[in-house]
């Protein structure tokens, strides 16, 4: 994109004009970016398009190499990695992170959460960006940015076919996050793993479903080959936020401009990603039903008890984790200022 182009695309919200007309001026940086994908969406509209992205509005200054999971360093432990100085910068999910502190989950989505719509509008304009990157700071000392976010995922990629409370006894499945803990309420025998590992895992029958990303994004896993049913909605991931993730002491030494610049490019791909996966999820079912794939839909009765466990559990952690407490009453309370919308955002024909 050239910068004329971008200026006049309204430079993505009130950030950085200022940034955006010097972006070509300033300092030369050449960072690592380590990330915690084989491939795939996440990579290329996600973490290699930031770079292109920072690269292209800079005039060259900004050179971010981007390597896969695993090459420098756990793929699960990228916040780990960049705080140590392996590298400069990251791109990973939050909920990663919910071993460590529970909070993470509220940034990164879990069952509770409300859609990605409403998540968007928390990020920017209800104070869940400055949330996150108080949080991060205080508690890992890494500048946190938003970058990426989904729409709801796929439920599951199963071997079996899943429907009822009864079908998910039992059930072996790979997932992340705070989703481990819930599935046991539902009865399901959960583990995790990095991502570029579900594949073989699937194929061999070492587990029996995954969940990854949505509709859109799992094609390029090709879950669909060694997996037949295809199960929706995401009740336990109704939006996925992903963050970039960048080392502090580069961080203060980068000029202001060039600190709002990186801030302004993050927050054009998250939008880009949003539009990018819900076109794209609007085609996927069709993808998999033509590929001899059987599409399943969750019982209302599992849709409602996903949430309420999502729900009962923020509600009981809240009472112990000052930091989740903060963020969840801050997320309580953006959505009861939307609570209703439909009545008014949609047209019913």
């Known amino acids: 994109m050239r910068k004329r182009d971008f200026l006049k695309a309204g430079a993505v919200g009130g950030l950085a004009i200022p940034a955006v007309a010097n972006a070509q001026s300033g300092p030369s940086y050449n960072w690592k970016m380590a990330t915690g994908w084989a491939g795939g969406p996440l990579m290329d509209i996600g973490a290699k398009a930031f770079a292109d992205r920072m690269a292209a509005i800079s005039g060259g200054r900004f050179k971010i190499q981007t390597f896969p999971g695993g090459a420098l360093g756990n793929a699960l432990k990228v916040p780990e990695t960049v705080k140590n100085g392996v590298a400069e910068c990251g791109h990973t999910w939050m909920g990663y992170d919910w071993g460590k502190d529970v909070t993470t989950a509220l940034f990164g989505g879990y069952a509770g959460s409300m859609d990605s719509e409403r998540m968007l509008h928390w990020i920017y304009g209800g104070g869940g960006e400055e949330l996150q990157r108080a949080y991060r700071d205080e508690k890992e000392g890494i500048i946190s940015i938003p970058l990426f976010i989904r729409t709801a995922e796929a439920f599951l990629h199963s071997r079996k076919p899943v429907k009822t409370l009864a079908?998910?006894?039992?059930?072996?499945?790979?997932?992340?996050?705070?989703?481990?803990?819930?599935?046991?309420?539902?009865?399901?025998?959960?583990?995790?793993?990095?991502?570029?590992?579900?594949?073989?895992?699937?194929?061999?029958?070492?587990?029996?479903?995954?969940?990854?990303?949505?509709?859109?994004?799992?094609?390029?896993?090709?879950?669909?080959?060694?997996?037949?049913?295809?199960?929706?909605?995401?009740?336990?991931?109704?939006?996925?936020?992903?963050?970039?993730?960048?080392?502090?002491?580069?961080?203060?030494?980068?000029?202001?401009?060039?600190?709002?610049?990186?801030?302004?490019?993050?927050?054009?791909?998250?939008?880009?990603?949003?539009?990018?996966?819900?076109?794209?999820?609007?085609?996927?079912?069709?993808?998999?039903?033509?590929?001899?794939?059987?599409?399943?839909?969750?019982?209302?009765?599992?849709?409602?008890?996903?949430?309420?466990?999502?729900?009962?559990?923020?509600?009981?952690?809240?009472?112990?984790?000052?930091?989740?407490?903060?963020?969840?009453?801050?997320?309580?309370?953006?959505?009861?200022?939307?609570?209703?919308?439909?009545?008014?955002?949609?047209?019913?024909?």
């Open 167 to 349: 079908d998910l006894k039992g059930l072996k499945l790979r997932t992340a996050g705070a989703w481990l803990e819930m599935a046991k309420d539902l009865g399901a025998a959960p583990v995790t793993t990095a991502g570029g590992d579900v594949y073989p895992m699937l194929e061999r029958g070492a587990i029996d479903a995954t969940e990854w990303g949505t509709l859109w994004e799992n094609i390029s896993t090709g879950f669909h080959k060694v997996a037949k049913y295809v199960i929706i909605p995401g009740v336990h991931q109704p939006t996925a936020p992903f963050e970039l993730v960048i080392n502090k002491e580069t961080w203060q030494k980068m000029p202001a401009a060039d600190q709002q610049l990186v801030q302004l490019v993050a927050r054009l791909v998250t939008f880009e990603t949003w539009i990018k996966i819900g076109n794209e999820d609007a085609k996927a079912l069709d993808f998999y039903r033509k590929a001899g794939n059987q599409i399943i839909e969750l019982d209302a009765d599992v849709q409602r008890q996903a949430r309420k466990i999502g729900l009962d559990w923020a509600g009981k952690t809240a009472a112990t984790n000052p930091w989740f407490a903060k963020v969840l009453k801050s997320q309580l309370d953006f959505e009861k200022e939307w609570d209703g919308a439909e009545r008014w955002r949609t047209i019913r024909s």
